[in-house]
């Protein structure tokens, strides 16, 4: 899978100079940047139909400044509407869900499916000073839709930072909230279960794109 991997990538490269420019020019649709929202920019492909639920952003002190991991994009060239970040009531216009053309090894229960961006989605004004180099080091994930009923999220690791564990737990659930109620209006917990994560710059096989990962199983479909 590799090596078929590999020599895919090199016949990309070829093609359209690069995987990011095969990205959005391609599999994304997003070349042009002045297109408006109602031009049926294809959205959500591959993901489940559900409606997006209003939510309050969560934001925080901006520490200094730290590079966009994806180009600017406006709505009808009006820069002024540009998110700074990503979140859960993000319009769709800034946000697409696929499935991954290259899926990890995992069961053939499970769906592998990548939300791209055109935003940050990890950005200072959701990710607390205090636990910025942490969420530097982990990124963001979690679990939704668990057999137990219940939300799993990162717990605060006592070797990492010196801050107060109630703290530094509120605050990691501050910089996870968007992404997490993203999963959710997008595969409901009713339906199905998933893993989530976000990896952080260094660790971005596509650094210039803004993306995150989602694994998901229904509920009713057998284990295998």
Same mark, same amino acid.
């Given at each position: 899978?590799q /090596?078929?991997? %590999?020599?895919?990538?090199?016949? /990309?490269?070829?093609?359209h100079?690069?995987?990011?420019?095969?990205?959005?020019?391609?599999?994304l649709?997003?070349?042009?940047r002045?297109?408006?929202?109602?031009?049926?920019? #294809? /959205?959500?492909?591959?993901?489940?139909?559900? +409606?997006?639920?209003? $939510?309050?952003?969560?934001?925080? #002190?901006? *520490? #200094? *400044? &730290?590079?966009p991991?994806t180009?600017s994009?406006?709505?009808?060239?009006?820069?002024?509407s540009i998110?700074?970040?990503?979140?859960? $009531?993000?319009?769709?216009?800034?946000?697409?869900?696929?499935?991954?053309?290259?899926?990890?090894? /995992?069961?053939l229960?499970?769906?592998?499916?990548?939300?791209?961006? +055109?935003?940050?989605?990890?950005?200072? !004004?959701?990710?607390?000073?205090k636990?910025?180099?942490?969420?530097?080091? %982990?990124? @963001?994930?979690?679990? $939704?839709?668990?057999?137990? !009923?219940?939300?799993? &999220? *990162?717990?605060?690791n +006592?070797?990492?930072?010196? @801050?107060?564990?109630?703290?530094?737990?509120? @605050?990691?659930?501050i910089a996870?909230?968007?992404?997490?109620?993203?999963?959710?209006?997008?595969?409901?917990?009713?339906?199905?279960?998933?893993?989530?994560?976000?990896?952080?710059?260094?660790?971005?096989?596509? #650094?210039g794109?803004?993306?995150?990962?989602?694994?998901?199983?229904?509920?009713? &479909?057998?284990?295998?």
């Amino acid at each position: 899978m590799q /090596i078929r991997y %590999d020599t895919w990538i090199e016949g /990309i490269k070829a093609q359209h100079g690069s995987i990011v420019n095969y990205l959005v020019n391609i599999r994304l649709g997003w070349q042009d940047r002045s297109v408006s929202p109602s031009d049926g920019l #294809p /959205i959500n492909e591959g993901a489940p139909d559900q +409606k997006y639920i209003t $939510t309050d952003a969560c934001p925080l #002190p901006t *520490p #200094p *400044p &730290t590079r966009p991991f994806t180009p600017s994009y406006s709505i009808n060239g009006d820069e002024s509407s540009i998110p700074k970040y990503f979140t859960s $009531t993000l319009p769709s216009f800034y946000v697409k869900i696929l499935p991954n053309d290259w899926p990890y090894s /995992i069961p053939l229960a499970v769906k592998h499916f990548v939300f791209w961006s +055109k935003v940050p989605i990890i950005h200072p !004004g959701l990710v607390h000073p205090k636990i910025w180099e942490q969420v530097g080091i %982990d990124g @963001l994930w979690g679990f $939704t839709g668990s057999p137990e !009923g219940r939300t799993r &999220t *990162p717990r605060p690791n +006592k070797n990492k930072t010196d @801050l107060d564990p109630e703290e530094e737990e509120s @605050l990691l659930k501050i910089a996870h909230h968007e992404v997490e109620l993203f999963v959710k209006n997008n595969w409901n917990e009713d339906e199905w279960e998933t893993a989530w994560f976000v990896n952080p710059p260094r660790l971005q096989s596509i #650094p210039g794109l803004a993306h995150g990962h989602v694994f998901a199983r229904r509920k009713d &479909t057998p284990t295998v």
